[in-house]
């Protein structure tokens, strides 16, 4: 078993999804997202599980569905974008081609500010967004095998930078 061939982690919003799409057909290979993987198990949106039963809830099942992917998949592979608060998630990462797709929090807001779907941002999103990005970058550099900013670069332009930086 080999493995994904590149896991991306990042905040939401970030362009996981489509420069992992990207990436996939530039490799010749396939894409999976775990926030589908949850959905589709689910049969629920990500927004609902969060009502239905609360973010704890929430975490281990993506705990869960990031194991299940990392043990199975062998294309590039996004990671939602709090998977890596859980310790455990962080461990099954070391030693994996993990890329950070990072951006700074005013392009976060200007990308995501007022998306309604994602929960984690409804009610302040400029205040949210710095409180997330302190809380979680390191995370993302602790399990990052290399850093890609995306920050004013279209998704093209990030996935030859991350071809070009592993
Ligand atoms: C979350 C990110 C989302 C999704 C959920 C929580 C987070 O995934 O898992 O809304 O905690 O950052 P994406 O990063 O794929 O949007």
Redesign the pocket.
């Given at each position: 078993m080999s493995g994904p061939r590149i896991v991306l982690v990042?905040?939401?919003?970030?362009g996981?999804?489509t420069v992992g799409a990207m990436l996939a057909e530039r490799l010749g290979c396939s894409y999976r997202?775990?926030?589908d993987d949850?959905v589709t198990a689910q049969g629920r949106t990500?927004?609902d599980i969060?009502v239905d039963e609360g973010?704890e809830s929430?975490r281990a099942i993506?705990k869960a569905a990031v194991a299940t992917a990392l043990a199975e998949h062998e294309g590039v592979l996004?990671?939602?974008?709090?998977?890596i608060?859980d310790a455990d998630t962080r461990a099954l990462l070391d030693g994996q081609p993990v890329v950070f797709l990072s951006m700074d929090v005013e392009e976060a807001v200007k990308r995501t500010g007022l998306n309604v779907?994602?929960?984690?941002l409804a009610v302040n999103p400029r205040k949210q967004w710095r409180e997330?990005m302190e809380a979680?970058r390191h995370l993302y550099t602790e399990v990052a095998r290399v850093v890609v900013a995306t920050d004013g670069r279209t998704p093209d332009e990030v996935a030859a930078a991350v071809l070009d930086a592993l």
């Open positions: 990042g905040p939401m919003g970030v996981k999804s997202d775990t926030d949850i990500i927004a969060f973010e929430f993506e996004a990671l939602g974008g709090g998977s608060l779907a994602r929960p984690l997330l979680r």
